[in-house]
């Protein structure tokens, strides 16, 4: 379950928003459930409400503080961008008014649709039913369904059913309680009048509050008031148009923004991958099998009984290599599946540890590389990146990794280096040529495992500023001496170059696109955080940046319609813009030397 709190990387629990949320939503939402924090919430019908923002892979939610409903804010299908932005808030004061961290969340709004599919919203005729059974409406988030087929190889047997994606289903009044909760009374300085307030902030009349009685039920209503303010601007027009939600959290160390870049981060990558067929069979999503037919969620406790049938193989002794390939295969393809599984995985640091020896073993134990180990290799750095999918707020990943200075974390990064090309005679032979395919694939799957250390980094470089480790810049640092690290380095940012050419395809796959835009974070990462990759990156592709790399040519590899395509638009920029100085720099020592 999430955590909050601030001032660690760790967060602490809120017992009561934990009880809340828990026996208000059907388990596969409260298990998606990352992090929440109260923040204060500015849009343009919110006016500095303070709130409990509460964070899931798919969705942001809002609820009062204390908590008495929840209602969706936005998908991250939705958003275009999430800002951090440094300014002093005026409603703020003294030592809060300098910690306050201002986060900008831009998106798109829904659409108004005739039936609402808002939660909160009941047919005239209907009210509010009881607690249990729980009510259950579809969700408009798309949702990856977990099913028993999870482990292959150890196959279970269950029933078939169905498993909708529930909504929550409120068990107290839907109203605002008082005019306590609309204000900033729970921040440390002194509530604005009442007359000052905002009128979009007023409660409601005593003639349209929502009494719970004796039975369980509530009078019929349209909606909550705050589902009503944040859907309020989309029934003036039917036109997408930008929108803008502020929150505002009131510590300096708070992580709520790197939670919520990193779960857009996941979401956009997800999304856009699962436009692939091929994908969406591997996690078991198919859109021509209806939900009616769908097997059930696999439990938690069944989950960690086959998680711990399949460590205690991979933990044998003597284990052939073919063994070990179908093993780590099923590992991967259940860790794609559930979500549980990847924070069972992190909590049981015997097989991380092995895997990274295997990797050790595998990648650099001989002097020439051959098939069976480039795909071993390959297969391992795979399901470790799977691994570190929507995990950082799990407590045992943090130690595992950060335990002896780093010791095992300095292990994986240096074991996925490897020189990018062959070491072979004159004559390249159609084994060198296959073997530099695989080669290819391996360096594809260590850029996107680096990638989601990187992101493990910029979260430790944010809310551990005395302890270095696992920070962006000690990943790089780690890194450095390794003796192919340049190499490795080239080989990532030639291709940047080469996807981004005008002699390529016209437009890039899922695939491709979510790894340009690793490989984009990445070279970014170099740029920002390490001087000697960004000085070498700068002079030995100063001229492919310059004349072969065009912001107009990812647009025309970028198809619109994917979610990552934007967000790697601003990287493309990004790293543009870095190379700016030096162009500019090195014409004018050129011109002083009358060269």
């Given at each position: 379950?999430?955590?909050?709190?601030?001032?660690?990387?760790?967060?602490r629990?809120?017992?009561?928003?934990?009880h809340?949320?828990?026996?208000?939503?059907?388990?596969?939402?409260?298990?998606?459930?990352r992090?929440?924090?109260?923040?204060?919430?500015?849009?343009?019908?919110?006016?500095?409400?303070?709130?409990?923002?509460?964070l899931?892979d798919?969705?942001?939610?809002?609820?009062?503080?204390p908590?008495?409903?929840?209602?969706?804010?936005?998908?991250?299908?939705?958003?275009?961008?999430?800002?951090?932005?440094n300014?002093?808030?005026?409603?703020l004061?003294?030592?809060?008014r300098?910690?306050?961290?201002?986060i900008?969340?831009?998106?798109?709004?829904e659409?108004?649709?005739?039936?609402?599919?808002?939660?909160?919203?009941?047919d005239?005729?209907?009210?509010?039913?009881?607690?249990?059974?729980?009510?259950?409406?579809?969700?408009?988030?798309?949702?990856?369904?977990?099913?028993?087929?999870?482990?292959?190889?150890?196959?279970?047997q269950?029933a078939?059913g169905t498993?909708?994606?529930?909504?929550?289903?409120?068990?107290?009044?839907?109203?605002?309680?008082?005019?306590?909760?609309?204000?900033?009374?729970?921040?440390?300085?002194?509530?604005?009048?009442?007359?000052?307030?905002?009128?979009?902030?007023?409660?409601?009349?005593p003639?349209?509050?929502?009494?719970?009685?004796?039975?369980?039920?509530?009078?019929?209503?349209?909606?909550s008031?705050?589902?009503?303010?944040?859907?309020?601007?989309?029934?003036?027009d039917?036109?997408e148009?930008?929108?803008?939600?502020h929150?505002?959290?009131?510590?300096?160390?708070?992580?709520?923004?790197?939670?919520?870049?990193?779960?857009?981060?996941?979401?956009?990558?997800?999304?856009?991958?699962?436009?692939?067929?091929l994908?969406?069979?591997?996690?078991?999503?198919?859109?021509?099998?209806?939900?009616?037919?769908?097997?059930p969620?696999?439990?938690?406790?069944r989950?960690a009984?086959?998680?711990?049938?399949?460590?205690?193989?991979?933990?044998q002794?003597?284990i052939?290599?073919?063994s070990l390939?179908?093993l780590?295969?099923?590992?991967?393809?259940?860790a794609?599946?559930?979500?549980a599984?990847?924070?069972?995985?992190?909590r049981?640091?015997?097989?991380?540890?092995?895997?990274?020896?295997?990797?050790e073993?595998?990648?650099?134990?001989?002097?020439?590389?051959?098939?069976?180990?480039?795909?071993?290799?390959?297969?391992?750095?795979?399901?470790?990146?799977?691994?570190?999918?929507?995990?950082?707020?799990?407590?045992?990943?943090?130690?595992?990794?950060?335990?002896?200075?780093?010791?095992?974390?300095?292990?994986?990064?240096?074991a996925?280096?490897?020189d990018?090309?062959?070491?072979s005679?004159?004559?390249?032979?159609?084994?060198?040529?296959?073997?530099?395919?695989?080669?290819a694939?391996?360096l594809?799957?260590?850029?996107?495992?680096?990638?989601?250390m990187?992101?493990l980094?910029?979260?430790?470089?944010?809310?551990?500023?005395?302890?270095?480790?696992l920070?962006?810049?000690?990943?790089?640092?780690v890194?450095?001496?390794?003796?192919?690290?340049?190499?490795?380095i080239?080989?990532?940012?030639?291709?940047?170059?080469?996807?981004?050419?005008?002699l390529?395809?016209?437009?890039l796959?899922?695939?491709?696109?979510?790894?340009?835009?690793q490989?984009?974070?990445?070279l970014?990462a170099?740029?920002?955080?390490?001087?000697?990759l960004?000085?070498?990156?700068?002079?030995?592709?100063?001229?492919?940046?310059?004349?072969?790399v065009?912001?107009?040519?990812?647009?025309?590899?970028?198809?619109?319609?994917y979610?990552i395509?934007q967000?790697?638009?601003?990287?493309v920029?990004?790293?543009?813009?870095?190379?700016?100085?030096?162009?500019?720099?090195?014409?004018a020592?050129m011109f002083?030397?009358?060269?």
């Open positions: 379950m999430a955590r909050t709190g601030s001032g660690s990387l760790l967060y629990r809120n017992v009561k928003l934990d809340f949320l828990k026996i208000n939503t059907e388990r596969t939402v409260y298990e998606r459930i992090a929440y924090e109260p923040c204060v919430v500015v849009s343009k019908t919110i006016n500095k409400v303070y709130m409990h923002v509460v899931s798919e969705c942001v939610y809002l609820t009062e503080y908590p008495r409903t929840l209602t969706t804010a936005f998908s991250f299908r939705r958003v275009r961008d999430i800002e951090l932005i300014d002093l808030p005026d409603f004061s003294g030592k809060d300098e910690l306050c961290q201002h900008r969340v831009t998106y798109l709004p659409r108004p649709t005739t039936k609402s599919r808002d939660w909160l919203r009941r005239k005729k209907e009210g509010l039913p009881p607690a249990a059974p729980p009510y259950r409406r579809n969700s408009h988030c798309p949702t990856v369904m977990q099913t028993s087929d999870e482990f292959p190889a150890l196959r279970t269950s078939n498993e909708e994606v529930p909504m929550l289903p409120p068990t107290r009044s839907a109203s605002w309680p008082n005019q306590e909760s609309l204000g900033l009374l729970k921040v440390p300085h002194p509530p604005a009048p009442p007359h000052r307030r905002s009128s979009s902030s007023s409660p409601s009349p003639d349209q509050r929502v009494n719970i009685s004796e039975s369980g039920q509530v009078p019929r209503r349209i909606g008031f705050l589902s009503r303010l944040l859907r309020r601007d989309d029934m003036k039917k036109e148009r930008e929108a803008e939600l929150f505002y959290a009131v510590s300096e160390t708070s992580r709520f923004y790197l939670h919520l870049q990193s779960s857009w981060n996941s979401f956009i990558i997800r999304s856009t991958l699962l436009l692939d067929p994908y969406r069979r591997r996690c078991s999503i198919s859109s021509d099998s209806p939900p009616e037919k769908r097997p969620a696999i439990s938690l406790e989950t009984h086959l998680f711990g049938q399949l460590t205690a193989e991979l933990l002794k003597e052939s290599v073919e390939y179908l780590l295969q099923e590992l991967r393809t259940a794609h599946r559930n979500a599984l990847r924070r069972l995985f992190w049981s640091s015997e097989v991380c540890a092995f895997l990274v020896q295997t990797l073993d595998s990648l650099h134990g001989c002097q020439s590389l051959t098939a069976d180990q480039l795909l071993l290799s390959t297969l391992i750095v795979q399901t470790l990146a799977v691994m570190f999918r929507e995990t950082e707020v799990e407590p045992a990943r943090h130690f595992l990794l950060s335990a002896k200075k780093g010791a095992l974390a300095s292990r994986m990064l240096l996925l280096l490897c990018p090309v062959l070491k005679g004159n004559q390249r032979s159609l084994v060198d040529c296959e073997l530099q395919a695989l080669l694939d391996y594809d799957a260590a850029c996107s495992l680096l990638f989601e990187l992101l980094g910029q979260e430790a470089s944010r809310c551990s500023p005395f302890d270095n480790f920070s962006v810049g000690w990943i790089l640092r890194m450095q001496p390794h003796p192919h690290l340049l190499a490795f080239s080989y990532q940012a030639q291709h940047v170059v080469l996807v981004l050419s005008d390529q395809e016209p437009f796959s899922p695939a491709q696109s979510v790894l340009l835009f490989r984009c974070r990445l970014l170099c740029l920002q955080y390490n001087s000697h960004a000085h070498h990156l700068r002079s030995h592709f100063r001229e492919e940046f310059r004349y072969s065009k912001l107009s040519y990812a647009r025309e590899k970028l198809p619109p319609h979610p395509s967000p790697t638009l601003r990287l920029e990004q790293i543009l813009t870095l190379h700016k100085p030096l162009l500019t720099n090195t014409r020592l002083e030397k009358g060269l």
